[in-house]
């Protein structure tokens, strides 16, 4: 009876915790499968996934834990930041290529590096041999002779299992048994000692932010020294050639930050609108007042204009009416040379178009008649005559 009652209390005292919140960082080669086996426990489909760049961050719940995982690109260039992660984990995913045999020593190297790193060694890992759905991937025993992950979990005092799966033959609540079964151990070995992983946590990531801190300043103050033997050589120059020696430009702290920030601008920008409504509505009725009188005076102008314009065509109507009496003589020839009209000049600008020259036209003679004119007639051979013979000629 008492045992029943302490059981109900212990399972209405978990009951009643609050979420435990626990990060995890994801690590691994690259294109071993670290975005799919998130995705897939997320819920989302797995497939098609482009090489993470940096880094990625999931939020997900899992019973009472709220799991932050880092999911860190596995690039060689990119895997020097992993250790900026490890400070703020609770535990470790190291997700292995099984079917990738040829990088098999690459990936036992990389594992030796983040077990061996301190503020690693000692917290839970759980290893991931994905993508056993392909031909030719290593079976669980010889990923782990390969590894030689009984050797490195004993000298970094390490709690670790290694769960076969693949992350792409489905997801959400169809996600592969074996990753769902890894991650619950995981979860559940950092319960079993939360506190104590957690007071870690908090000092590794006190220690990594004085760090930081301490190499932000040793930086300003290696970036501060080579400005002052920069300028203590260039005034020395300056005395040694005689010329003037130029004044120092201020410090960045002393110079005003163009940035401004966004509640200022923001409170600014609603009293200028503010401002302008109030013009607005108080200076509406004088302006439609004077909209008003403008339009009628245009519309005055314009009933004006159109009256005089249209006497004005009367006029000349009555000055181009022509009367039957009136003739036109025709041009004559002789009175005078007529004035040849010249074309207009092309139009300049690009791609004008190049005018054609007719050829010059010579006149015909001082009469502008031609050689036949007002001569007798050729006289026509073998031509009958009305009464007469048909073979008479005319002389």
């Known amino acids: 009876m008492f045992s029943l009652m302490a059981n109900c209390c212990n399972w209405l005292k978990r009951w009643q915790e609050p979420a435990r919140k626990v990060t995890l960082v994801m690590v691994g080669l690259d294109n071993a499968g670290k975005t799919a086996?998130?995705?897939?426990i997320q819920g989302d489909n797995p497939r098609d996934v482009a090489p993470t760049v940096g880094f990625s961050k999931v939020d997900l719940k899992q019973g009472k834990f709220e799991v932050t995982i880092f999911d860190l690109g596995g690039g060689k260039r990119i895997r020097g930041i992993w250790k900026n992660y490890y400070s703020e984990s609770h535990g470790v995913v190291f997700v292995v290529d099984s079917s990738d045999v040829q990088r098999i020593q690459e990936t036992r190297e990389t594992m030796a590096e983040v077990l061996q790193h301190p503020r690693i060694a000692g917290k839970p890992v759980l290893v991931l041999a994905n993508k056993q759905d392909q031909e030719g991937a290593l079976a669980e025993a010889d990923i782990i002779e390969n590894l030689s992950l009984e050797k490195l979990v004993n000298e970094n005092k390490c709690l670790c299992q290694i769960e076969p799966c693949s992350a792409v033959?489905?997801?959400?609540?169809?996600?592969d048994k074996s990753i769902k079964k890894g991650l619950n151990w995981l979860l559940s070995n950092i319960a079993k000692d939360y506190e104590a992983i957690t007071e870690r946590v908090q000092k590794d990531t006190a220690e990594q932010r004085a760090l930081e801190e301490q190499d932000k300043k040793e930086r300003a103050e290696r970036v501060r020294r080579i400005r002052e033997e920069r300028e203590r050589q260039e005034r020395e120059e300056a005395e040694r050639e005689g010329r003037p020696i130029q004044e120092d430009e201020p410090d960045d702290e002393y110079i005003q930050s163009p940035f401004?920030?966004?509640?200022?601008?923001?409170?600014?920008?609603?009293?200028?609108?503010?401002?302008g409504l109030i013009v607005y509505?108080?200076?509406?009725?004088v302006i439609v007042k004077l909209v008003l009188n403008i339009w009628i005076l245009h519309l005055q102008h314009i009933s004006v204009h159109s009256a005089t314009t249209g006497e004005q065509s009367k006029k000349k109507t009555s000055k181009l009416h022509l009367k039957r009496k009136h003739r036109v003589d025709p041009?004559?020839?002789?009175?005078?040379?007529t004035e040849s009209l010249t074309p207009p000049p092309p139009p300049v600008g690009w791609a004008t178009p190049k005018v054609s020259r007719l050829p010059k036209l010579e006149p015909l003679g001082d009469t502008g008649h031609s050689e036949f004119y007002k001569k007798p007639l050729p006289p026509v051979a073998n031509r009958p005559r009305p009464n007469g013979d048909a073979h008479d000629i005319i002389s």
């Open 37 to 40: 086996t998130v995705r897939g």
């Open 281 to 285: 509505y108080s200076g509406l009725s």
């Open 331 to 337: 041009l004559r020839i002789e009175d005078g040379p």
């Open 260 to 275: 401004q920030p966004i509640e200022s601008m923001i409170s600014e920008v609603s009293r200028v609108y503010t401002l």
């Open 169 to 175: 033959l489905g997801y959400g609540k169809k996600v």
